[in-house]
Nanobody, 124 residues
Framework: QVQLVDSGGGLVQAGGSLRLSCAAS????????MGWFRQALGKEREFVAA????????YYADSVKGRFTISRDNAKNTVYLQMNSLKPEDTAVYYC?????????????????WGQGTQVTVSS
């Protein structure tokens, strides 16, 4: 099992940046792909980004490609999401999640373990 704690959210103006962190505990962290998802008020949870177990492969939703960067540090059991050029439509609760496999995937059902979420609000 993996336990996840998200942090780093906040209020930022459009065009600004934030870095989210996800601290993991559990022995299987380094063997599993990790992902970030988000859920805006009244909307379904959607995929944002994923990174493979060693960090060599990444995958992004079209809406964040070129603006967000996912990375991981297995020595620190931590995953990051660097968010640049933020837009008001990026406003949501952001969740990190641990996949059941080593490879990247955008499928929500492939992620059995979730953090508690961190709020990101982008003002116009």
């Amino acid at each position: 099992q993996v336990q996840l704690v998200d942090s780093g959210g906040g209020l930022v103006q459009a065009g600004g940046s934030l870095r989210l962190s996800c601290a993991a505990s559990g022995r299987t962290f380094s063997s599993r792909a990790m992902g970030w998802f988000r859920q805006a008020l009244g909307k379904e949870r959607e995929f944002v980004a994923a990174v493979s177990w060693r960090g060599g492969s990444t995958y992004y939703a079209d809406s964040v490609k070129g603006r967000f960067t996912i990375s991981r540090d297995n020595a620190k059991n931590t995953v990051y999401l660097q968010m640049n050029s933020l837009k008001p439509e990026d406003t949501a609760v952001y969740y990190c999640a641990a996949s059941r496999t080593p490879a990247t995937t955008s499928r929500l059902g492939e992620y059995p373990n979730w953090g508690q979420g961190t709020q990101v609000t982008v003002s116009s």
